[in-house]
T-cell receptor
Framework: EAGVVQSPRYKIIEKKQPVAFWCNPI?????LYWYLQNLGQGPELLIR????????DSQLPKDRFSAERLKGVDSTLKIQPAELGDSAVYLC????????????FGPGTRLLVL | GQSLEQPSEVTAVEGAIVQINCTYQ??????LSWYQQHDGGAPTFLSY????GLEETGRFSSFLSRSDSYGYLLLQELQMKDSASYFC?????????????FGTGTRLLVSP
C-alpha cells in the first residue's frame, strides 16, 4: 500500500512569492494533517481535516496561509506571500478517524525562502 | 499551558540499551506517543501508551506513568540504523480539540 505522497520535495522561492504544496493521504484515511517542522524541532500542527472539513485550524496563520481538501482526499497548502521565516519542512500526515495518536507522515516539502 | 521535556541528545554504542525520557505538563491528557525520524525522512510511529505500564514491541518498549506525567522509550540491542531523532508526543484536548503535541526531540547517536 502506498504511503502519504507529497510534492514537491524541495522548493526554493523568493520572498513575497506564492507557493503551494500538495498531499495525497493513505487510501481510506479520513483525517489529514498539515504540520510545519523547523530544524531541530518537533512537528507543529497547522491544520487538521476530517474528510473535507477543517476541524482545527487554530494554529494556521490565516493572513498568509490557506488550505483546502476538496472531495476529502488530496489537500493543498498555500502560502501567499511567503516570508523568510517560512523556510521549514512542511509535513503532511494522515490517520484513520479517531486515530490521532497514530499518524502516517509523508516525506515533507523542504521550503527555502530567499 | 503545556510543555514536554526530553533530552536533546543521547549517545550509545551498538548492542547497548538506551532510555529516552519524556516529562510533560498538560491538561486533558489522553496518552503518549513516540515517533522516530531519520535525517531528511518522515516521522514514523513507534508506540502509543494510554495506560500506565510498559508496552513492548520487538526491540523497542515504551512506558507511561500518568501520576508522574512521565514516560520513556527503551531501545534494546542498539543498531547503527537506530541513529535518528525520537519525539514524544502527548495526545490531549486543548481549546476543545484533540491534538497531538510533539516535543523537541532527542537525537540518538549510535556508534560502533
Amino acid at each position: 500500500e502506498a504511503g502519504v505522497v507529497q510534492s514537491p520535495r524541495y522548493k526554493i522561492i523568493e520572498k513575497k512569492q506564492p507557493v503551494a504544496f500538495w498531499c495525497n493521504p493513505i487510501s481510506g484515511h479520513n483525517t489529514l494533517y498539515w504540520y510545519l517542522q523547523n530544524l531541530g524541532q518537533g512537528p507543529e500542527l497547522l491544520i487538521r481535516y476530517e474528510n473535507e472539513e477543517a476541524v482545527d485550524d487554530s494554529q494556521l496563520p490565516k493572513d498568509r496561509f490557506s488550505a483546502e481538501r476538496l472531495k476529502g482526499v488530496d489537500s493543498t497548502l498555500k502560502i501567499q506571500p511567503a516570508e523568510l521565516g517560512d523556510s521549514a519542512v512542511y509535513l503532511c500526515a494522515s490517520s484513520l478517524s479517531g486515530g490521532l495518536e497514530t499518524q502516517y507522515f509523508g516525506p515533507g516539502t523542504r521550503l527555502l525562502v530567499l | 499551558g503545556q510543555s514536554l521535556e526530553q533530552p536533546s541528545e543521547v549517545t550509545a554504542v551498538e548492542g547497548a540499551i538506551v532510555q529516552i525520557n519524556c516529562t510533560y505538563q498538560t491538561s486533558g491528557f489522553y496518552g503518549l506517543s513516540w515517533y522516530q525520524q531519520h535525517d531528511g525522512g518522515a516521522p514514523t510511529f513507534l508506540s502509543y501508551n494510554a495506560l500506565d505500564g510498559l508496552e513492548e514491541t520487538g526491540r523497542f518498549s515504551s512506558f507511561l506513568s500518568r501520576s508522574d506525567s512521565y514516560g520513556y522509550l527503551l531501545l534494546q540491542e542498539l543498531q547503527m540504523k537506530d541513529s535518528a531523532s525520537y519525539f514524544c508526543a502527548v495526545k490531549n484536548v486543548n481549546t476543545g480539540f484533540q491534538k497531538l503535541v510533539f516535543g523537541t526531540g532527542t537525537r540518538l547517536l549510535v556508534s560502533p
